[in-house]
């Protein structure tokens, strides 16, 4: 039988309080556990109707504050850790499963397919949907990347969503990721690139199921609403850059079916107001740390400072920024966070106007034919074309 969890801050308790009671009405499901943030709104309303819906359903429901497990910003890694740690220490449940707090598009289904792959024995299920191609810009650009360009013989760079919150973690899975130092002190928004690095890391077997209906959610407007998600997401993945990742683990991907023409059509982000981010917040330290990059990427950027420039940002260019981010950011320095948010800022608006304009079905391909590429230059070097 299987806990289910719902990380939650800040949350509409109605949207956490329908998906709790679909986890409930769930036969594989025999409790379901809400970590909160902080006793914000929805920590006190979700906790005020427990008692009811433990009575409707005769399954457990409870209501915890997050503990403080990491050592970097208190955040939905110690929320998720909380849960794990709640699962291992207080239950014997075979199962633990994550979902967001905010999915309005959240049904039984969910819960299904991805008991039905832990039956085939795969330890780790992960869910997958479709995305607008100018969406998941953090996931395309920092974290595949990343993983392409650091781990190319795993299978971490073939993980279609690897900051997908929404899981199935098998016992012994829960406990060799809780049992991680790395995945412990992992308390922010990084904890994603960590559950994720760390299945692989442990050899764990993976299956990652697709879920048509996607995932509708509360979204973001500019992209500053990404900046925190973007710096830490990045810091995480750089703190693995030495840490060695096995080759050949079990990885299976369902097939993908059709796009909806809606999603297919929903812009990602409000690009005029992104435009602007590009000449706000600059200081000369900024300036002055340019250097360390290729002689075009300094020339653009510095020239952004008067008017947008991005055309430069194409894919080989990224990749050389990459590299010079992974050996010189510090996560506690300002100018530098301040930069990376340009810097990749820069990147997706020029993915946005030579790719993404093209339209969905060439931007999809585009994106995973580039994490080829990232690939392949990690094993075998330079740009071919
Ligand atoms: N417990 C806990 N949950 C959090 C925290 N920050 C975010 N969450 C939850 O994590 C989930 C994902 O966050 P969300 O803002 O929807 O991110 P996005 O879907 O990636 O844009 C949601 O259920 C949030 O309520 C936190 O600090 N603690
Ligand atoms: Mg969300």
Redo the contacts with the bound molecule.
């Keep these: 039988m299987s806990l289910v969890v ?6 509409d308790p109605e949207v956490l309080l329908r998906n709790v009671e679909v986890a409930l009405e769930h036969p594989r499901v025999s409790e379901v556990l809400c ?3 902080s006793e914000d709104r929805c920590f006190e309303v979700t906790s005020a109707e427990a008692p009811s819906l433990v009575r409707r359903y005769g399954k457990p429901v409870k209501v915890i504050l ?1 503990e403080r497990l990491g050592e970097l910003r ?3 890694g ?2 998720m850790n909380t849960a794990l740690k709640y699962l291992l220490e207080e239950t014997d449940h075979d199962r633990v499963h994550f979902y ?3 999915i309005v598009s959240f049904s039984a289904e969910w819960i299904t397919k991805a008991e039905e792959a832990a039956d085939e024995g795969y330890q780790v299920v992960r869910h997958y949907f479709p995305r607008s191609s100018t969406d998941a810009m953090i996931t395309w650009m920092i974290t595949r990347t990343g993983f392409s360009l650091l781990w190319p013989r795993s299978v971490l760079p073939w993980i279609e969503q690897p ?1 997908g ?1 929404e899981l199935l973690l098998s016992r012994e899975a829960a406990e060799r990721l809780f049992s991680d130092p790395r995945v412990r002190r992992q308390s922010d928004w990084g904890i994603d690139t960590l559950y994720t690095f760390s299945m692989v890391a442990h050899r764990l077997s993976i299956s990652e199921i697709y879920m048509d209906v996607g995932k509708l ?2 979204l ?1 407007g500019a992209l500053t609403d990404l900046k925190t ?1 973007l710096i830490e997401c990045f810091s995480a993945l750089r703190s693995l850059k030495h840490e060695h990742v096995p080759e050949g683990t079990v990885h299976h991907i369902e097939y993908p079916g059709p796009v909806r023409q809606e999603m297919k059509e929903k812009v990602g982000y409000d690009f005029e107001r992104t435009l602007l981010l590009l000449r706000k917040g600059w200081t000369e330290r900024q300036a002055d740390l340019l250097s360390l990059f290729p002689a075009r990427v300094r020339e653009g950027m510095l020239a952004s400072r008067e008017y947008p420039r991005f055309a430069f940002m194409d894919e080989e260019t990224w990749a050389e920024v990459y590299a010079v981010l992974l050996a010189h950011f510090d996560s506690g320095d300002d100018d530098w966070k301040e930069l990376l948010f340009k810097l990749w800022i820069t990147r997706v608006l020029q993915y946005t106007t030579t790719v993404a304009l093209r339209g969905y079905d060439y931007a999809m391909h585009y994106l995973h034919q580039m994490v080829a590429r990232y690939v392949h230059r990690a094993l075998v070097g330079g740009s071919t074309v």
């Design positions: 719902f990380p939650f801050k800040e949350e970590v909160g943030a997050q208190p955040g939905k110690d929320g967001d707090a905010d900051l919150g959610h509360k973001y998600m």
